[in-house]
């Protein structure tokens, strides 16, 4: 495992469509973040989990998108009726600790049509 | 309310001259901060961090500065090579739980052989 691994790469969807959106954590990391990142703007922290526990959702939005880590497999971060505001890159995060480095995936490209 | 703000959109400078990257933050309770680096269709990749009990953090050709008092840190990159060419992100959280930061807009570095 060289790194942070999300797929897919590119993801396009019609109104009204569900995303599904996946990150394999790097080998040995146990908490992983969610990132999205708006045409021209920074990164903007949605949700951090622990291995089947949703730890910190502060920054989801309330209705239609939600997250997952499960025991066994890759977190999945679900958008359901996906609308045109909700194109953006999505990025994870894992890191093994709270404390010191994290490393980032390199991003699912949500399209929406 | 944007916590974190770079408001230098765009920064050019010659090879081999010094680059500075400024951040300005507005929330009195972070006291970690990260610059991260991000090239086109990549994550962002962890640069240099520095916590608020220093004023200055070294790792080769980078240097963080911190000023707390001014609320305000910056990045020297020195000397600057092409290969800096990238999109610098300024991050702050309120402890070393870095996987919860806030990202500031960030700034388009070019350096010009």
């Known amino acids: 495992n060289a790194g942070v691994m999300q797929n897919p790469r590119h993801l396009v969807r019609r109104r009204g469509q569900e995303a599904r959106l996946r990150c394999s954590p790097m080998?040995?990391?146990?908490?992983v973040y969610w990132y999205r990142q708006l045409p021209e703007e920074g990164l903007k922290f949605m949700v951090y989990?622990?291995?089947?526990?949703?730890?910190?959702e502060s920054g989801m939005p309330k209705e239609r998108f939600s997250a997952e880590f499960p025991k066994e497999g890759p977190s999945i971060l679900r958008i359901q009726q996906v609308v045109r505001g909700d194109s953006a890159a999505y990025f994870c995060a894992s890191s093994a600790g709270t404390g010191g480095g994290y490393t980032f995936g390199s991003g699912t490209r949500l399209t929406v049509v | 309310d944007q916590q974190v703000k770079q408001n230098s959109p765009s920064l050019s400078v010659q090879e081999g001259r010094i680059s500075i990257l400024n951040c300005d933050y507005t929330n009195s309770m972070f006291d970690y901060f990260l610059w991260y680096k991000k090239y086109p269709a990549e994550g962002p990749t962890f640069l240099i961090s520095?916590?608020?009990?220093?004023d200055k953090n070294e790792d080769g050709r980078f240097t963080v500065f911190l000023n707390k008092s001014a609320k305000h840190l910056s990045l020297h990159i020195v000397p600057s090579q092409p290969g800096d060419s990238a999109v610098y992100f300024c991050?702050?959280?309120?402890?070393?739980?870095?996987?919860?930061?806030?990202f500031g807009d960030g700034t388009t570095l070019t350096v010009k052989p």
């Open positions: 520095i916590s608020s009990i220093k």
């Open positions: 989990l622990q291995k089947e526990n949703i730890i910190d």
């Open positions: 991050a702050a959280s309120p402890n070393t739980n870095a996987g919860k930061s806030t």
């Open positions: 080998k040995g990391h146990s908490h």
